[in-house]
């Protein structure tokens, strides 16, 4: 098979795919949350981004300890999504422009926090970056090794305690409020709270997925986040639309394989010889409406084989 | 247990479509009345049902529930007091959340929402005997999507949510109108059960003036925005469907014009 050859004889762009999927399936998390959880599209996951790769690419080149700087990162990204929910819920902003509203100014505070369009990670010893995955690598693991522990090891605690929490009073209350407002207002329950609560935490979920993706490259860039958010309602589709899956924990499984699948995707699209990589988001865009219209696709190629049948037996 | 004193609400004032919905209504209800409301379309029965419940604030007038003035409490602090169970059956439950899920949303209503885990095995097996009584087998689909449902289960499940932590007033907007006939009349049953068995006093909305005759112990009428008809007790109990048409014409000076509520 030609894909499997072509993994074969690339078994570092595959690697690199892998663990670019593990630490991005906490953004598609995030998305997932917002999108399909609350129902409320929320663009501002473009801004915690590069406000999680920003913010910890900044503390931890001054110096400060990784752990220190990405929990920071993740308040950052827990702020915006704050930012949100109450131009939303309390201002009555319509939620997309709400979204965009906090997006845009998330460039110009991530651009204050930087300082510059391009800060690099700190040298660590020789050739080697600070940050979260470094321990692993003094034990002597190899970064790419120490990488995908690390990411998977964060990946499955965060589900887990996000699988907890939605199960509890208060995750419940967030859940139905996706469903039915009309329905939690009726059970005594402030929608408004349950919005931002589940803004904030999406938002810390994209945010932790930034400061991964810029400590795994070693540099944060200003223009990194743009495209997140497709990026993020791709691996959401493509775990539904393969595993369909009904079960909270189930969607959280799909997710995580729908987002490595999504990079081995672009990893196979960018090996063809003429694709370079600016044409990353083009590509995503194409996975994206396929991905969404396959519903429609599946039904017309059913009506075709039924019309080639029909026209065999007469 | 109800007290409304004086309640307008004006919709939109001050444009083209201002439309005066209630021109100070008063009300009250005694514990375990269970009153059923009439009325042609726009009349204002769901607004006044809607005020009671807090979807919007009225414009002038008095709230109390049990003592309580809750005037200007938001929605949500005011379903403490409140059952309520709306026309559309979508819209009393959460359509992608188990039966079970749905039942222990309504079992908290009033409490915070803590971070301990949403059902208990007690309330599981409450919940299942509470199910049973409804007699239409979804005491064995604890996990089944409320979604699944059809529209007459998912409306008595919403009876039995809206009942489940025993309201102080409970509001019916036009409950069954969405359903059957068949359907609408299990429900109806399920409700003059739940109502008597709990002694819940009650505001049933309904199209139906037969249905309005035949159960609750008061029968008031709205037009546009009034209330023009309050009757109760041994009164109600004589009341036919002819008496009321008559009683609507003196007390409007219209004729009765909504074939909803001559054909029903
Ligand atoms: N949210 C709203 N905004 C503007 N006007 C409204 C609103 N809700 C109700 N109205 C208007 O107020 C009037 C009373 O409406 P209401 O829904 O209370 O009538 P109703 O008695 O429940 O009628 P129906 O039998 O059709 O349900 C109507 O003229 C309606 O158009
Ligand atoms: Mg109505």
């Not at chain 1, 906490?26 to 129902?39: H, T």
């Not at chain 2, 929605?75 to 026309?87: D, N, P, S, T």
């Amino acid at each position: 098979m030609f894909i499997l050859q072509f993994f074969e004889n690339n078994w570092i762009v595959m690697q690199g795919a892998v663990s670019l999927g593990i630490i991005f399936s906490l953004m598609a998390m995030g998305v997932f949350l917002a999108f399909r959880i609350l129902e409320m599209p929320d663009l501002s996951v473009e801004g915690s981004i590069i406000l999680g790769a920003g913010m910890s690419a900044r503390l931890i080149s001054g110096g400060m300890n990784p752990f220190l700087a990405t929990l920071l990162s993740v308040l950052v990204g827990s702020a915006a999504g704050f930012c949100t929910g109450f131009l939303h819920t309390k201002l009555k902003i319509p939620s997309i422009l709400a979204g965009i509203l906090t997006m845009v100014a998330a460039y110009s505070v991530v651009f204050r926090i930087m300082g510059a369009n391009n800060v690099p990670l700190l040298p660590h010893g020789p050739q080697r970056v600070t940050s979260v995955f470094t321990f692993l690598q003094d034990w002597g693991l190899s970064r790419p090794n120490a990488i995908i522990l690390l990411s998977v090891v964060v990946v499955v605690v965060v589900s887990a305690l996000l699988y907890c929490f939605m199960g509890t009073e208060f995750g419940s209350a967030i859940r139905a409020t996706g469903n039915n407002r009309q329905m939690v207002k009726a059970q005594g329950i402030n929608t408004d709270i349950m919005i931002i609560a589940c803004l904030m935490l999406s938002n810390g979920m994209v945010a932790l997925a930034g400061s991964l993706w810029a400590q795994q490259q070693g540099f944060a860039s200003v223009d990194m986040g743009i495209g997140t958010i497709v990026i993020g309602l791709a691996s959401v589709i493509i775990a539904e639309v393969i595993f369909r899956p009904r079960r909270f924990w189930t969607s959280l499984i799909a997710i995580v394989i729908g987002s490595i699948i999504y990079r081995l995707i672009i990893a196979l699209a960018l090996s063809v010889d003429f694709m370079r990589s600016t044409d990353l988001r083009l590509v995503t865009a194409v996975i994206v409406a396929f991905a969404l219209c396959l519903p429609l696709l599946r039904d017309n190629i059913a009506k075709l084989r039924k019309f080639i049948r029909n026209r065999g037996n007469t | 247990m109800l007290t409304l004193a004086g309640i307008k609400k004006t919709f939109d004032p001050g444009t083209p479509i201002e439309k005066h919905a209630l021109h100070g209504v008063s009300l009250h209800l005694e514990k375990g009345d269970y009153v059923t409301v009439i009325g042609g379309n726009g009349a204002g029965k769901s607004t006044l049902l809607n005020t009671i419940a807090g979807t919007f604030f009225p414009d002038e007038g008095k709230i109390t529930v049990d003592a309580v003035d809750v005037t200007n409490l938001h929605e949500h602090k005011r379903a403490l007091y409140l059952g309520r169970v709306f026309q559309d059956p979508r819209a009393g439950t959460a359509a992608d959340m188990f039966i079970e899920e749905n039942l222990a949303l309504a079992y908290r209503r009033g409490k915070s929402r803590t971070l301990r885990w949403h059902i208990t095995a007690k309330e599981r097996a409450m919940y299942r005997e509470r199910l049973a009584t409804l007699g239409l087998g979804l005491e064995n689909r604890l996990t089944d999507k409320v979604g699944l449902l059809s529209g007459g289960q998912r409306q008595a499940l919403s009876l039995l949510m809206a009942t489940l932590r025993e309201p102080r007033v409970l509001l019916l907007d036009e409950h069954t109108a969405a359903l059957d006939p068949k359907t609408a009349k299990t429900v109806l049953d399920l409700t003059n059960q739940l109502v008597h068995e709990n002694n819940l006093t009650t505001l049933m909305v309904t199209h139906n003036m037969r249905d309005a005759l035949k159960n609750g112990n008061r029968i008031i009428m709205m037009h546009e925005g009034n209330l023009i008809l309050d009757v109760k007790g041994e009164e109600k109990t004589n009341l036919t469907v002819p008496d009321l048409l008559k009683m609507f014409e003196t007390a409007s000076g219209e004729e009765m014009a909504s074939d909803r509520m001559l054909l029903t």
